[in-house]
T-cell receptor, first 113, second 112 residues
Framework: AQSVTQLGSHVSVSEGALVLLRCNYSSSVPPYLFWYVQYPNQGLQLLLKYTSAATLVKGINGFEAEFKKSETSFHLTKPSAHMSDAAEYFCAVSKGATGKLIFGQGTTLQVKP | DTAVSQTPKYLVTQMGNDKSIKCEQNLGHDTMYWYKQDSKKFLKIMFSYNNKELIINETVPNRFSPKSPDKAHLNLHINSLELGDSAVYFC???????????FGPGTRLTVT
């Protein structure tokens, strides 16, 4: 069965610092993996997705993630944090042809000036 | 134009009432979903429809009934509301086999 674990429910960085949000998955088949961002009182917006093409995936707003099969990880990074990056971030794995998304518990990113 | 829209955005109601949340997508997608986000922000799928056919029905109380009049709409009807139903409900849609889901803005349901 697929599952997703996000390490760290809260991550705090200074503006301009590297952002690293961790996600590990378990899947019995090659997974489709996603990162979504949720700004306060808004819906979820897709940042990027991995669908078995390139292992390094670039997304919107300067974010990228690397799929590492050996580590079963799909960590999200951004070289330089902006204040506007403060939000909730969700890693998700897609379960089969139904498209059902299984979400991690979310990581709150705080960006300090 | 909003890709996935939900109405209402906020819904406050009393225990025991029946309420509906509506969702519409103008993306031409074949599949629509309902997710529930609890107070700890955990997201869990409830239902999924593909071309008006129910394909995912998680262990949700049968007080919750989805209805899809056409593939652009997926409504959620909730009977006999309980305090524990308070949450944010998100609608989403995707094109078959793309697995990329587009989410609506959410409906915050508060049961008093």
């Amino acid at each position: 069965a697929q599952s997703v674990t996000q390490l760290g429910s809260h991550v705090s960085v200074s503006e301009g610092a590297l952002v690293l949000l961790r996600c590990n998955y378990s899947s019995s088949v090659p997974p489709y993996l996603f990162w979504y961002v949720q700004y306060p009182n808004q819906g979820l917006q897709l940042l990027l997705k991995y669908t078995s093409a390139a292992t390094l995936v670039k997304g919107i707003n300067g974010f990228e993630a690397e799929f590492k099969k050996s580590e079963t990880s799909f960590h999200l990074t951004k070289p330089s944090a902006h204040m506007s990056d403060a939000a909730e971030y969700f890693c998700a794995v897609s379960k089969g042809a139904t498209g059902k998304l299984i979400f991690g518990q979310g990581t709150t990113l705080q960006v300090k000036p | 134009d909003t890709a996935v829209s939900q109405t209402p955005k906020y819904l406050v109601t009393q225990m025991g009432n029946d309420k509906s949340i509506k969702c519409e997508q103008n993306l031409g997608h074949d599949t629509m979903y309902w997710y529930k986000q609890d107070s700890k922000k955990f997201l869990k799928i409830m239902f999924s429809y593909n071309n008006k056919e129910l394909i995912i029905n998680e262990t949700v109380p049968n007080r919750f009934s989805p209805k899809s009049p056409d593939k652009a709409h997926l409504n959620l009807h909730i009977n006999s509301l309980e305090l524990g139903d308070s949450a944010v409900y998100f609608c989403a849609s995707s094109q078959d086999n793309s697995y990329e889901q587009y989410f609506g803005p959410g409906t915050r349901l508060t049961v008093t």
